[in-house]
């Protein structure tokens, strides 16, 4: 057996009061046409124009992703910049250490690493010398004759050249065999 369920009358009056016939001339029908056509160009537009908007934001965030880093690094390598004199001051203190107490010989040697640890965490890295000249991480500043080294070979560096991350800050100033 099916158990079917015939609407009452009170259940079909119901429903016959909410439906509601309206008879429309052609020109009023017509022209809520065109009303609907002109509200769903709109929806469409403005689905287009928050879809742009979605996609120039997303365009900035990276771009300014990108910009942030950029600065941050620059930030860094200016930092560092601003310390290497102190390096140099280090390597010169080190050629002059035959006067001075061996323990604060030890103590200034000991601060110097500290130093070089910290900054190699920040991407520095010192500019090979122990290769023939390159112009891209070297700067002769003078060449002389030498039998013991060919020609275009390092003899000496005058100051140590350092790069951040494949960038270089100072180029090493180098003296160079003829």
């Known amino acids: 057996m099916k158990n079917s369920k015939k609407p009452t009358a009170p259940e079909t009056e119901q429903v016959k009061e909410e439906v509601q016939v309206i008879e429309l001339s052609k020109e009023e029908f017509e022209t809520l046409k065109t009303h609907i056509e002109t509200l769903q160009k709109e929806k469409d537009e403005t689905v287009a124009l928050a879809q742009r908007l979605q996609a120039d934001f997303d365009n900035f965030r990276k771009r300014n992703a990108s910009v942030y880093t950029e600065s941050r690094e620059e930030g860094i390598r200016t930092a560092i910049s601003e310390l290497l004199p102190i390096l140099d001051g280090f390597d010169r203190a080190f050629q002059n250490t035959e006067s001075i107490d061996a323990s604060w010989g030890d103590g200034i040697k000991l601060l110097h690493k500290q130093m070089i640890d ?61």
């Not at 500043?141 to 800050?169: A, P």
């Open 118 to 178: 910290q900054l190699s965490k920040l991407g520095l890295e010192e500019i090979p010398t122990d290769t023939g000249f390159n112009p891209e991480f070297h700067e002769a500043v003078m060449q002389v004759e030498s039998e013991e080294k060919e020609s275009g070979d390092i003899v000496d560096v005058y100051r140590k050249g350092y790069k951040v991350k494949d960038k270089i800050i100072r180029h090493s100033m180098v003296i160079v065999a003829k």
